[in-house]
């Protein structure tokens, strides 16, 4: 994909409801390499398998990134950190790709990563608390051998 025209980067602008500037490529991948903090290849790749879609590139074909890409990728990082399968985020950005009329389906595959994620966050509250109970334990022990009151179990 080419740079967009102005025109076309205004109308992206305005179906988007942003600022123009933030649909305006201006970063290489060097640059978001360090903005995402996933490496060159990675980038690359997440491009390939359609990940992040829709990265112009220059007249010398090298890719340039707007800051709509940036948290574009940032929003896929985050989904795969919380364990999102690539293949729903690819079928996410799918969606995505056809505009406002596919924001029922985005939203319902949003909705129910969140109840997964609400799910994930009580087992680990759980698991905490059970760690949290043989930590007290085991300090009970040490205290108890310390100052010579060791009961055995």
Known sequence: MSIPSESDLAAKAKLLDVPASQVI???????????TALSIDTLRYYEKIGLIDHIARDASGHRIYSDLDVERIRFVRRLRATGMPVSQIIHYVQLRAQGPNTADSRLHMLLDHRERLIRMQQELDDSVKLVDGKILYYRHLIEQKDTGHATTR
Do not use: H
């Open 25 to 35: 490529p201006d970063k290489s991948i060097g640059e978001v390499r360090a903005l």
